[in-house]
């Protein structure tokens, strides 16, 4: 689903104009993405959890040359479905 289907369909759903739609889901996009900036973990009850995790520098490799290569330490965001999501797979 991209961001323009989930507007349409929040609007489609609530019944409120797109545009006003458009509004909102920016607004919670970009306090998510300002709360991974921060490292916060952020909990939607019912939908999950996203937390920030540090990965640890490693060496990976090239899969044509076969030659390794240094992958450095990184964070990247990790999402953990719910309960009630994972139950529903």
Do not use: C, Q, W, Y
């Not at 989930?6 to 609007?11: E, K, N, P, T």
């Not at 939607?44 to 640890?56: C, H, S």
């Not at 520098?57 to 899969?63: I, T, Y």
């Amino acid at each position: 689903m991209t961001k323009a289907e989930l507007i349409s369909d929040v609007a489609r759903k609530t019944g409120l104009p797109r545009k006003d739609v458009a509004l909102v889901v920016n607004a919670v996009l970009e306090s998510l993405r300002e709360a991974f900036f921060r490292k916060e973990r952020i909990e939607l009850r019912g939908f999950g959890v996203f937390v920030t995790k540090k990965r640890k520098p490693r060496v990976g490799r090239n899969p044509r040359t076969k030659e390794e290569v240094k992958i450095p330490e990184r964070t990247v965001v990790v999402f953990k479905p719910s309960k009630v999501i994972k139950e529903n797979l």
